[in-house]
């Protein structure tokens, strides 16, 4: 049904732009192209020509008109039908609105099929055997694990740095939070929800760290609140819902390489600072310190 209507509407088209060339010729009347001699039957044949133009569209239409099979019963147009009894200029704008509406609501509806015969023939299963019946052990989930085991995880971290000082804190029942002295360079502290990181800030060695409304309040100190928005991308980074562990200690390495951020001068450009701020950056893979305009 689509086809054939797009061919009756194609065919109105161009009989339209037929007659509408005839009313043009018949505007401009004889012209300069015409010639001298014989201008007028050269206009008339023009007008012949384009007559037979539209005789010819015409039965384009009409051929195009009795293919279509005309609709059961009349169509309910609900309150457009009011639209043609309009006769400011502006609101009869409002038909064609609508005409466009209907298209783009049936081009949803047709692509949302298509997507719904799509998926229904995929299990979307995450095991690359659609046909194994062998129920796959189910993965731990590194925010729902017990305050004993993230206790040991963060015990033996805090084995591995001598000159990182780590406290267990838990204000909220079993979720805990961790506070970082870090020689004395910086304070952090890092709410965890379970071994999952959720939000780390850092501090001024002065700062005060101990509350916990004070978790949610930055250092006065530009250095530190760069620090803290580095901290937010490695906690991001490092994220890992299978290996937890290894994600919590692998971030707790990468802080750790701030207790030269002092000391140690940029790797690209070999400053110490720069807008008057240390290397605040550090690269994840290496830990080697980079000024947030040099780490690109």
Same mark, same amino acid.
């Given at each position: 049904?689509?086809?054939?209507?797009?061919?009756?509407?194609?065919?109105?088209?161009?009989?339209?732009?037929?007659?509408?060339?005839?009313?043009?010729?018949?505007?401009?009347?004889?012209?300069?192209?015409?010639?001298?001699?014989?201008?007028?039957?050269?206009?008339?044949?023009?007008?012949?020509?384009?007559?037979?133009?539209?005789?010819?569209?015409?039965?384009?239409?009409?051929?195009?008109?009795?293919?279509?099979?005309?609709?059961?019963?009349?169509?309910?147009?609900?309150?457009?039908?009011?639209?043609?009894?309009?006769?400011?200029?502006? &609101?009869?704008?409002?038909? *064609?609105?609508?005409?466009?509406?209907?298209?783009?609501?049936?081009?949803? &509806?047709?692509?949302?099929?298509?997507?719904?015969?799509?998926?229904?023939?995929?299990?979307?299963?995450?095991?690359?055997?659609?046909?194994?019946?062998?129920?796959?052990?189910?993965?731990?989930?590194?925010?729902?694990?017990?305050?004993?085991?993230?206790?040991?995880?963060?015990?033996?971290?805090?084995?591995?740095?001598?000159?990182?000082?780590?406290?267990?804190?838990?204000?909220?029942?079993?979720?805990?939070?961790?506070?970082?002295?870090?020689?004395?360079?910086?304070?952090?502290?890092?709410?965890?929800?379970?071994?999952?990181?959720?939000?780390?800030?850092?501090?001024?060695?002065?700062?005060?760290?101990?509350?916990?409304?004070?978790?949610?309040?930055?250092?006065?100190?530009?250095?530190?609140?760069?620090?803290?928005?580095?901290?937010?991308?490695?906690?991001?980074?490092?994220? *890992?819902?299978?290996?937890?562990?290894?994600?919590?200690?692998?971030?707790?390495?990468?802080?750790?390489?701030?207790?030269?951020?002092?000391?140690?001068?940029?790797?690209?450009?070999?400053?110490?600072?720069?807008?008057?701020?240390?290397?605040?950056?550090?690269?994840?893979?290496?830990?080697?310190?980079?000024?947030?305009?040099?780490?690109?």
């Amino acid at each position: 049904m689509t086809e054939p209507l797009h061919t009756a509407l194609s065919a109105i088209k161009e009989l339209r732009s037929s007659v509408g060339q005839i009313f043009e010729s018949l505007s401009g009347g004889v012209r300069a192209e015409h010639g001298v001699e014989g201008r007028d039957a050269k206009y008339l044949l023009e007008l012949q020509d384009l007559l037979n133009a539209v005789t010819m569209n015409l039965r384009d239409v009409e051929a195009a008109i009795n293919v279509l099979t005309p609709p059961a019963g009349p169509f309910n147009l609900g309150n457009s039908s009011f639209l043609s009894q309009e006769t400011t200029q502006d &609101r009869q704008a409002l038909y *064609s609105q609508l005409v466009n509406s209907y298209k783009w609501i049936d081009k949803i &509806r047709e692509h949302s099929n298509l997507a719904a015969n799509l998926l229904s023939h995929n299990a979307l299963k995450r095991s690359y055997s659609t046909n194994s019946t062998k129920r796959r052990r189910p993965l731990t989930s590194s925010h729902n694990v017990l305050p004993q085991q993230v206790d040991q995880a963060l015990q033996a971290i805090d084995r591995n740095f001598n000159d990182m000082t780590l406290k267990i804190w838990r204000p909220f029942a079993t979720n805990v939070i961790l506070h970082i002295s870090l020689s004395r360079v910086l304070k952090a502290a890092i709410v965890f929800k379970g071994l999952m990181i959720e939000w780390v800030i850092v501090k001024g060695f002065e700062e005060a760290l101990d509350d916990v409304d004070d978790l949610w309040t930055e250092s006065r100190h530009k250095v530190f609140q760069q620090v803290r928005d580095h901290t937010h991308s490695a906690m991001l980074h490092f994220y *890992s819902p299978t290996l937890p562990e290894l994600a919590v200690r692998s971030f707790m390495t990468w802080i750790h390489s701030y207790i030269t951020l002092f000391s140690d001068p940029c790797k690209k450009c070999g400053l110490h600072l720069h807008n008057s701020l240390p290397p605040t950056w550090r690269d994840f893979r290496t830990l080697e310190p980079f000024h947030v305009e040099c780490k690109h």
